[in-house]
């Protein structure tokens, strides 16, 4: 069971940038596009748990502040040569408010 929670509104997070957003179940990156899709993982490279919510946008990738490891957003997952995968959450634009879906457990826990 899950529940969609709102996180913020679109203007929130830059162009080509991100947000990270504390859920009961962790930090969350949300990544935005240049065309204004979202995206939504933990925030934590595989490589060496670095914030990725700080790396760079391009496209539909992140590049890890720390040790430059690219992310491909829609899978979650580090790209060649390197490997490695990240929590991914659904992530859904409703009007201007950016909407995550986590777990209910994660919701009951918190409360």
Avoid at 16 to 35: C, H, L, Y
Avoid at 80 to 88: A, N, S, Y
Avoid at 101 to 106: E, N
């Amino acid at each position: 069971m899950s529940e969609w929670i709102t996180v913020g509104r679109l203007n929130d997070i830059p162009s080509r940038g991100a947000r990270r957003v504390n859920t009961p179940e962790g930090a969350v990156a949300i990544f935005r596009t240049s065309d204004d899709r979202l995206f939504a993982m933990e925030d934590s490279c595989p490589h060496r748990q670095g914030p990725i919510s700080q790396g760079i946008v391009h496209d539909t990738s992140v590049t890890c502040p720390l040790h430059g490891w690219v992310i491909d957003l829609e899978l979650a997952s580090a790209r060649t040569p390197d490997h490695g995968c990240l929590k991914r959450y659904e992530v859904m634009l409703e009007g201007d408010e950016v909407r995550l879906q986590i777990a209910a457990r994660a919701i009951q826990a918190a409360e």
